[in-house]
């Protein structure tokens, strides 16, 4: 379905009346991913690791660096700052915040008619029972269509915000957090609501997201991502029975466990440090100043990405 190429995107800082650039924001560095029909790649890591910047390359909403993308077997590229209107029927989003991503002066079956306006080709006849079936498939009222955003609760909101996505019958939808801003109870609506529209439609999914959790259940591969880069990724029963990479390893065993008793036995693997900085990337393994593991090579040679295992990347020398 999608297979992205050592992908960067470099966002550059100016200084100065005639905005001379002094350096560069290193939000993406060589990222490498494959994604299959019908899969749900998990994509996991610290805020400001690159995470929505990734998705947002991929999408082509922002022009990369340097890299390549191919999707369903075709290169796609950003050019003259104007993403092709065909691009938009395939690949859609669902963002974090789904009251922040909608008109407020907008009813919610025009948010949701939109796409469908845009690629054209639909009569209202045919719009307005196309909607009807939306409603159906994300489990919303008709009647909520004449309502505003503000009158929706979280979960209703991004039930509007997947209608939305799924209005065009894309093929592959970026997750932004999607369950991120909801509570326990919504979430595992809207998460059960994912999987059976991609049971039902074959539709393939970046879910990116912080709570280890949920990928855990959603995913099918997971990815960890540390300062632009892809530290490590397997099919998820094999990541999180057998983390390889000292990173995965520390977020893996923040993960609560519901039983006090094993949670006091269970060792907690502590990171100290800040994420270092995205502008002056120090030489070596992106996360040599913070692992308690780091030898002088990690500090002089960037590991590559490499299959330690079947099936199983990661970029550490200690593997």
Request: net charge positive; with cysteine; glycine share 6%.
């Amino acid at each position: 379905m999608l297979e992205v190429r050592e992908l960067r995107k470099y966002f550059p800082i100016t200084k100065g009346f005639f905005r001379r650039q002094v350096g560069n924001v290193k939000a993406v560095d060589g990222v490498s991913l494959v994604v299959k029909r019908g899969e749900t790649f998990g994509l996991v890591g610290e805020s400001g690791c690159g995470k929505t910047t990734l998705g947002r390359c991929i999408l082509q909403v922002i022009p990369v660096t340097s890299g390549t993308t191919f999707f369903e077997g075709e290169k796609i590229s950003f050019s003259n700052n104007i993403r092709p209107k065909s691009l938009s029927a395939k690949m859609q989003a669902i963002f974090q915040d789904p009251y922040s991503s909608m008109n407020p002066r907008q009813k919610v079956k025009d948010i949701i008619a939109e796409p469908i306006i845009i690629q054209g080709h639909r009569s209202k006849r045919e719009i307005d029972d196309r909607l009807h079936a939306l409603y159906d498939l994300v489990g919303l009222k008709k009647e909520m269509g004449e309502r505003y955003p503000h009158m929706l609760s979280g979960g209703e909101q991004q039930r509007v915000c997947i209608a939305r996505a799924m209005a065009v019958q894309p093929s592959f939808i970026v997750c932004d957090e999607p369950v991120s801003s909801l509570d326990v109870s919504i979430r595992a609506q809207i998460i059960n609501l994912l999987e059976s529209l991609q049971e039902n439609h074959s539709v393939s999914y970046l879910f990116i997201s912080h709570d280890l959790s949920v990928v855990h259940h959603i995913s099918d591969t997971v990815a960890v991502m540390y300062l632009g880069k892809i530290v490590e990724i397997s099919p998820k029963r094999e990541l999180y029975r057998n983390p390889l990479h000292p990173y995965t390893k520390a977020l893996l065993s923040a993960i609560p466990i519901p039983d006090p008793a094993l949670e006091k036995k269970r060792e907690r693997i502590l990171i100290e440090g800040e994420v270092p900085s995205a502008v002056t990337v120090l030489p070596g393994c992106r996360f040599h100043p913070r692992c308690q593991y780091a030898q002088k090579p990690c500090t002089e040679e960037e590991p590559p990405l490499r299959e330690a295992e079947s099936r199983h990347w990661v970029a550490c020398l200690l593997v």
